[in-house]
């Protein structure tokens, strides 16, 4: 299995995105014609029927068929990157490990929490969050927050 970073599977979310916007705007072509999928372009005599532009409808239902196969192959891109990226959490893969990262977020100084074992690791950390600002970084060891430790604590 290929490792998907976050950054990859947001340009996927975004492609996902731009084809559901394509698809919407193309369904309301068909609509403003009056058509579906499915309905004829041509009349009882069989003839291309005058209430409807023929060429912009089979264009729409044409790029609709392609762009719905793409919007499901990029599901399944998505679907196997979140997949690993869970993965890759759980494996710890690309956080450091270090025992000495012990990150107490109680804010007393008392020397009982640097004998506490950690409970949690931070796994990610968003730029420009509250987490970030209070200097915590990706990999660091929670051993206490408030008043949840690793003897309260079960995951």
Not at 73 to 88: C, P
Not at 93 to 103: A, R, Y
Not at 129 to 136: D, F, L, N, V
């Amino acid at each position: 299995m290929v490792n998907i970073t976050r950054e990859q599977l947001l340009q996927f979310m975004k492609e996902k995105d731009s084809l559901e916007a394509d698809l919407k705007a193309l369904s309301d072509v068909l609509r403003s014609q009056g058509v579906g999928m499915d309905d004829s372009l041509v009349d009882d005599e069989g003839y291309p029927r005058a209430d409807i532009d023929v060429y912009q409808v089979r264009h729409a239902r044409h790029s609709i068929r392609t762009k719905t196969t793409d919007l499901k192959q990029i599901m399944q891109k998505i679907e196997a990157g979140l997949a690993n990226i869970h993965a890759q959490a759980r494996e710890g893969i690309g956080l450091e490990t270090n025992m000495d990262q012990g990150l107490s977020l109680d804010t007393s100084s008392d020397s009982r929490n640097s004998q506490r074992s950690p409970f949690a690791r931070v796994l990610v950390v968003c730029t420009g969050s509250p987490a970030e600002e209070a200097g915590i970084k990706q990999g660091d060891l929670i051993t206490q927050f408030g008043s949840v430790d690793n003897s309260n604590f079960s995951s």
